[in-house]
């Protein structure tokens, strides 16, 4: 299966979140994934804002394909295979 672009990795960002407000890439161009850092601006697409109300280990998509983003929903494995 080939994957739609823009994407970062084709893997998640597994990261220990502190709570807070987070926008999440959904271009794949930004410098700092998988948060927005406002390269969606050139491409037309806007970030999508999650918060998050308790410490905790998040699975942040990477492959910007996930059909639950912006988490990891095993969408990746279909371009990886893994
Ligand atoms: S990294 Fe996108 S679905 Fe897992």
Known sequence: MSQ????????????????????WCSCGESKKQPFCDG?????????????ITEAKTVAWCGCKSSEKKPFCDGTHKKFTGN
């Open 4 to 23: 739609k672009f823009p994407y970062a990795q084709n893997s998640p960002f597994v990261l220990e979140m502190k709570p807070g407000r987070y926008a």
């Open 39 to 51: 390269s969606h601006e050139k491409v037309g697409m806007r970030p999508i804002i999650e918060v």
